[in-house]
């Protein structure tokens, strides 16, 4: 159709003001939470580490042996030029810039407390350009083999930790038992069956677990004499991870690569063990980090050996550690003034104290990392089970889908009642009617579990709702139980969602202080607990306690430190969480 | 839909082609039997006093307009109808012999001899060999899985195409491919009857006809009982055709060739020269 010329000027115009007003609004709302936080984290980052009396001599060196190598690793693996040129420009760039602005606002506006114009580079600039760089190299193969290592050596670190402290409190003796009598012929049993494809032994497996289980709790009282700690995580523990290692190699490389994947990790483990007690250490937790840092790291390097892809990547932990070593060396060597961090090794490993130089988180760690193990078993079989039950067994209409619906509404209530009111309710019904006792680690991993239960329960109703009804259908018309499509098909597909859930909510029970005073739990312990039913303190009731203490340098240094110390187990925690869940997801 | 199109010489070349399978065929036996089956959904009928028998390894379409009860009447046999909270059925479906709604038959028994393909693609979130393997799985099979995965596979004319990705995810296949390993997996427990929902309908043209060819081969083992809306694909596949219409009514059924040559129903002539539905 042909027009006029009524449109020889465009077509008018459309006013966009609004959408772009919103957007803007939008974008300064978000940056202004995310900014207020970076500032709060900056400050409590610079206490804990008393990076305020760092020289700039001190500040430069680590800079040059451990910033810049891992940055050039960063962009050589990236090799992409124009990277390279804009992270140059940022760096350079962003040292005038921050250097004059600094300059400018404590000569014309007002001083900035504790800090320079070296520390605000680092944060300001360095530390996002360094972030940035890191997720553009982990792009190449160089870079993602080594954050791949360097993930394999800090995550088995965690898990090894993880796991010498929940021995603390678990019975290390009934574990021997109930692995010997009831996990090891269960497992011997299943691996048997598939292998013969013999269904009879599969199916004994679980019954024949389960007696052992029962036996070990009996014979736990009878038996009188073990073997000492130190061989028992190694029957118990060392010697299965590594098996397993090797059996995750021997199918692609061959035996000598699995003895050597399974074996080399094993003996040195072993050897770290017993020469422990010479340097001072507890021999089983050395011996439980190294087999979990040694098997998955050795199992990697074979496999991208294998592949040989990327093979300089596996330098990146040396590069780091390397650049570590020849800083203490210039450090010391030149004499420039270090910081005397609060957040050291006596930090974590040392009981608290009315000085606050001796003053440690060991106890409350350990408090802490017990609760939530316990925390994220009960509220996620819970959980699971709850929403298992409301979205796949029960009926939508009906007297009974109504219950359903009136059990719905009041969950998502729950949800919202605040977190001293859970207190109350662990006071009364697990403190004082159960008797769990007032303040033990169990009592207020139940409250904690109930707290968050509303959440995982939501949140793993939505995962396991938006499973597509098609792929129940094609299940049931198969001839599937109901048991078997949720367990087959639905729980699979879901349980990307439903662990993350899990990990949100978790985050929230981890930082929780009201229901624990609500339970009695004590604001400090000098002694790390020891059982199920004694009395604990978790990292935040500790930091609150210290941030009461009349010192400055509780308050500034000490709570500083714990502040940092509780991120990074959260974060370590939810990065754990998060590979469980990615790899959930790959699985699907 | 493609009714639209219909006309005489595309009848008569199909009804042909079909013919002499039907002339060469001995007289089966019955595979499923309805008898006075009515089902509601809540107040509303949806099937309005069916009886019919379907014959034994024989392809059977079920043709009609949407909303003419021929997708319940499939789901009546393999009991998905329970499924459906608001869905009531009186009367009698036979197969074997049994009545399915007699109170002796557990449906998730019944169902592991009844494979059934869905109108959309639907494999689990698993791997090929796991998709096919499925069945076998839930019933327990103790024989060699991995022979019955690629005879199924076979059969489902797929194995050439994937033998070489079995743990690749199987919905990283095509839709037809998707579908034929929804077949595969329909198979691989050896059921008697394959209930087919509208199976090409969200497929297009070249992979429909593979799955049509397939559906030919399918027939010489099993019971293949089929609804579409595609009335030149019941022309094609089918040896027996039941003509549903509106409001649950099975109104003709019989030959295919009969049906498409000279329907004793003036509303069956209507429907199948597209002057409704």
Redesign the interface.
């Known amino acids: 159709m042909a027009t006029d010329n009524a449109n020889a000027n465009g077509f008018g115009e459309v006013s966009r003001v609004r959408g772009i007003v919103f957007e803007y609004l939008s974008l300064g709302a978000s940056v202004f939470g995310l900014v207020a936080l970076g500032v709060l984290l900056v400050y409590v980052a610079i206490d804990a580490f008393d990076l305020a009396n760092a020289s700039p001599e001190w500040l430069l060196t680590y800079f040059l042996t451990l910033v810049v190598p891992f940055l050039a690793f960063c962009l050589y693996s990236a090799s992409d030029p124009t990277v390279t040129r804009r992270a140059l420009g940022a760096l350079g760039g962003g040292l005038v810039a921050v250097a004059a602005l600094f300059t400018a606002i404590e000569a014309l506006v007002v001083p900035i407390p504790r800090l320079n114009w070296q520390l605000a580079y680092l944060f300001v600039v360095a530390a996002p350009v360094t972030a940035y760089l890191a997720y553009v190299g982990s792009g190449g193969r160089v870079g993602a083999v080594g954050f791949g290592l360097l993930g394999r050596l800090v995550g088995g670190a965690a898990v090894g930790l993880a796991v010498g402290t929940l021995f603390l409190v678990f019975d290390p003796l009934l574990w021997f038992l109930a692995y010997t009598l009831g996990v090891l012929p269960a497992v011997g049993l299943y691996a048997f069956g598939r292998r013969r494809?013999?269904?009879r032994a599969r199916t004994a497996a679980a019954p024949v677990g389960l007696g052992g289980l029962v036996a070990a709790v009996f014979l736990r009282e009878v038996i009188p004499t073990y073997p000492s700690d130190l061989i028992i995580y190694l029957w118990t523990v060392a010697v299965p991870v590594a098996v397993a290692g090797a059996l995750l190699v021997a199918d692609r490389r061959g035996r000598v690569a699995a003895a050597a994947v399974g074996g080399v990790p094993l003996a040195a483990a072993t050897a770290g063990g017993f020469l422990a007690p010479g340097a001072g250490l507890p021999s089983p937790t050395v011996l439980l980090v190294l087999v979990s840092i040694g098997v998955p790291t050795a199992v990697y390097v074979s496999r991208v050996v294998d592949a040989g892809e990327g093979l300089a990547g596996l330098g990146l932990p040396l590069l780091l550690a390397a650049g570590a070593v020849l800083g203490a060396l210039i450090v010391g060597a030149l004499g420039f003034p270090a910081p005397d961090p609060w957040l050291d090794g006596s930090f974590l490993t040392a009981a608290p104290s009315r000085t606050p130089s001796d003053a440690g988180l060991y106890p409350a760690i350990v408090g802490s990392v017990i609760i939530i193990a316990l925390v994220a078993v009960l509220s996620f079989a819970l959980g699971v089970g709850t929403s298992v039950f409301l979205e796949e067994y029960t009926?939508?209409?009906?007297p009974l889908g109504t219950l359903t619906r009136i059990l719905q509404v009041n969950i998502a209530n729950l949800a919202a009642v605040p977190s001293v009111v859970y207190g109350l309710l662990g006071l009364g019904l697990f403190a004082n009617l159960l008797g769990l006792g007032i303040g033990t680690a169990v009592t207020a991993a139940l409250t904690l579990s109930l707290l968050i239960l509303p959440i995982t329960i939501i949140s793993a109703q939505e995962a396991i709702r938006s499973v597509?009804d098609?792929?129940r259908?094609?299940?049931?018309?198969?001839?599937?139980?109901r048991w078997?499509t949720t367990k087959?098909?639905v729980l699979?597909?879901a349980m990307p969602g439903i662990l993350t859930g899990t990990i949100l909510a978790l985050g929230r029970a981890i930082g929780e202080t009201a229901p624990l005073i609500m339970i009695g739990a004590a604001t400090t312990v000098f002694r790390a607990p020891d059982s199920l039913f004694s009395r604990f303190s978790a990292m935040p009731m500790q930091i609150y306690t210290w941030a009461g203490f009349p010192q400055a340098d509780f308050r500034y240094g000490v709570v500083a430190a714990g502040v940092i110390t509780l991120l990074l187990i959260l974060v370590g925690m939810n990065g754990t969480a998060i590979l469980l869940r990615n790899r959930a997801e790959r699985g699907? | 839909m493609s009714n639209t199109t219909s006309d005489d010489s595309l009848i008569t070349t199909e009804v042909q082609a079909d013919s002499n399978d039907d002339s060469a065929a001995p007289a089966a036996g019955t595979a499923v039997a309805a008898r006075n089956l009515n089902v509601y959904y809540g107040d509303e009928q949806a099937i309005d006093d069916v009886t019919m028998e379907i014959p034994e390894e024989r392809v059977t379409a079920l043709i009609g307009p949407s909303g003419c009860g021929k997708s319940t009447f499939l789901r009546c046999i393999?009991r998905?109808n329970d499924?459906i909270?608001?869905c009531r059925v009186e009367g009698d479906v036979e197969f074997g012999g049994k009545n399915v709604y007699d109170a002796d038959v557990d449906p998730?028994?019944?169902?592991?001899?009844i494979?059934?393909v869905?109108q959309?693609p639907?494999?689990?979130?698993?791997s090929i060999r796991d998709n096919v393997a499925?069945?076998l799985?839930?019933?327990?099979f103790?024989g060699?899985i991995d022979e019955r995965v690629e005879e199924s596979l076979k059969g489902a004319a797929l194995w050439d195409e994937v033998k070489d990705q079995l743990d690749s995810?199987g919905l990283e296949l095509s839709g037809g491919q998707q579908q034929r390993l929804?077949i595969a997996?329909?198979i691989a427990?050896d059921p008697e009857v394959i209930l087919m929902d509208e199976p090409t309908s969200a497929l297009d043209p070249v992979a429909a006809s593979k799955i049509e060819d397939l559906i030919d081969d399918l027939a010489e083992e099993y019971t293949v009982i089929i609804v579409t809306h595609n009335m030149q694909q019941a022309a094609r596949i089918s040896d027996r055709t039941a003509v549903f219409l509106t409001g649950g009514e099975l109104v003709e059924y019989d030959d295919t060739a009969k049906i498409f040559e000279d329907p004793e129903a003036q509303r069956v002539e209507d429907y199948i020269t597209g002057k409704f539905g």
Do not use: H
């Open positions: 494809s013999t269904p009926p939508g209409t009906g597509p098609d792929l259908r094609g299940s049931d018309a198969m001839g599937a139980t078997q087959n098909v699979p597909e699907s | 393999n998905m499924m909270e608001i998730v028994a019944l169902r592991r001899k494979g059934m869905f959309k639907n494999p689990f979130p698993k499925y069945g799985k839930i019933q327990g103790d060699d995810s929804c997996r329909a427990p």
